[in-house]
T-cell receptor
Framework: AQRVTQPEKLLSVFKGAPVELKCNYS??????LFWYVQYSRQRLQLLLR?????SIKGFTADLNKGETSFHLKKPFAQEEDSAMYYC????WGQGAQKLVFGQGTRLTINP | GAGVSQSPSNKVTEKGKDVELRCDPI?????LYWYRQSLGQGLEFLIY????????KSGLPSDRFSAERTGGSVSTLTIQRTQQEDSAVYLC??????????FGQGTRLTVV
């Protein structure tokens, strides 16, 4: 069974401090991992996916298959990063398949 | 182009009444999802449609919940005999051959 775990429901850091949102997964096959973000009063939207290896809005995430993790990191938090973040998983290379989401982490950046 | 559209945006209903929530996915998207987002909670998977395959209903919380997808496009989520614990934001998403899911703005359901 596929499962995504985000151990922190709430995370609060000060502006300029580093941020790490944790995501662990369990899946017997090869996964494709995502981070989705929901800013206040906006739609849930894709932030980044592991296959693109991009840095979006200063955020990066590396898939660690040994630790089955896909933590989201940013070296210097900004107030506009305050949002709800969801980690998600789908089977790799099979086109559109069911996305399994974690429970989400609400990130608050304090001024 | 239009994104995923959900209607109504807000719905207030009396306990015990039935409600229907509508989702118009992006044209051509074969996959469609329904999720529920309760206050302070994460995303709760409800149901998943993929092309002509039988839907994955494993997330529906009770038999009061049902969903259908007509013609591989529009989907309706029906909640019968609504209860106060059904109050939440109901999100619909769709995806195409790639795996990125596009979400609607949600329907906020309040059961009074």
């Amino acid at each position: 069974a596929q499962r995504v775990t985000q151990p922190e429901k709430l995370l609060s850091v000060f502006k300029g401090a580093p941020v790490e949102l944790k995501c662990n997964y369990s899946y017997s096959g090869s996964p494709e991992l995502f981070w989705y973000v929901q800013y206040s009063r906006q739609r849930l939207q894709l932030l980044l996916r592991h296959i693109s290896r991009e840095s979006i809005k200063g955020f990066t995430a590396d898939l660690n298959k040994g630790e089955t993790s896909f933590h989201l990191k940013k070296p210097f938090a900004q107030e506009e990063d305050s949002a709800m973040y969801y980690c998600a998983l789908t089977p790799w290379g099979q086109g559109a398949q069911k996305l399994v989401f974690g429970q989400g982490t609400r990130l608050t950046i304090n001024p | 182009g239009a994104g995923v559209s959900q209607s109504p945006s807000n719905k207030v209903t009396e306990k015990g009444k039935d409600v229907e929530l509508r989702c118009d996915p992006i044209s051509g998207h074969t996959a469609l999802y329904w999720y529920r987002q309760s206050l302070g909670q994460g995303l709760e998977f409800l149901i998943y449609f993929q092309g002509n395959s039988a839907p994955d209903k494993s997330g529906l919380p009770s038999d009061r919940f049902s969903a259908e997808r007509t013609g591989g496009s529009v989907s309706t989520l029906t909640i019968q005999r609504t209860q106060q614990e059904d109050s939440a934001v109901y999100l619909c998403a769709s995806s195409a051959r790639t795996t990125e899911a596009f979400f609607g703005q949600g329907t906020r359901l309040t059961v009074v």
